[in-house]
């Protein structure tokens, strides 16, 4: 079994910053693509950002230039750095990962349980 625990959301003012991580724990024999996703009350999940294993990068347009996506293979671990926050970014935030549990084993997408990110004065 694999696990995703996120942390660091929280109360923020808009303009403010928020890092989330995003820890990856259990039966992994290789991560893949890591990324973020939220979803705001009312809305469907959204696909906020993700790297892959090389480092490459794909941002949604509503983030481009405020989010930074970044991960630390040696430690399993995902970050999203926000700045510039502002009252639309306020979501549930969940961080994901394709994994490969076995050597030569297929590959499977794992969730964490989200992670509240208010943005409001």
């Known amino acids: 079994q694999v696990q995703l625990v996120e942390s660091g959301g929280g109360l923020v003012q808009p303009g403010g910053s928020l890092r989330l991580s995003c820890v990856a724990s259990g039966s992994i024999f290789s991560l893949d693509v890591m990324g973020w996703y939220r979803q705001a009350p009312g809305k469907q999940r959204e696909l906020v950002a993700f790297?892959?294993?090389?480092?490459?990068?794909n941002y949604a347009d509503s983030v481009k230039g405020r989010f930074t996506i970044s991960r630390d293979n040696a430690k399993n671990t995902e970050y999203l750095q926000m700045n510039s926050l502002k009252p639309e970014d306020t979501a549930v935030y969940y961080c994901?990962?394709?994994?490969?549990?076995?050597?030569?084993?297929?590959?499977?997408?794992?969730w964490g349980q989200g992670t509240q990110v208010t943005v409001s004065s």
């Open positions: 994901n990962a394709i994994v490969q549990t076995t050597r030569g084993g297929m590959s499977q997408v794992y």
């Open positions: 790297i892959t294993s090389g480092g490459s990068t």
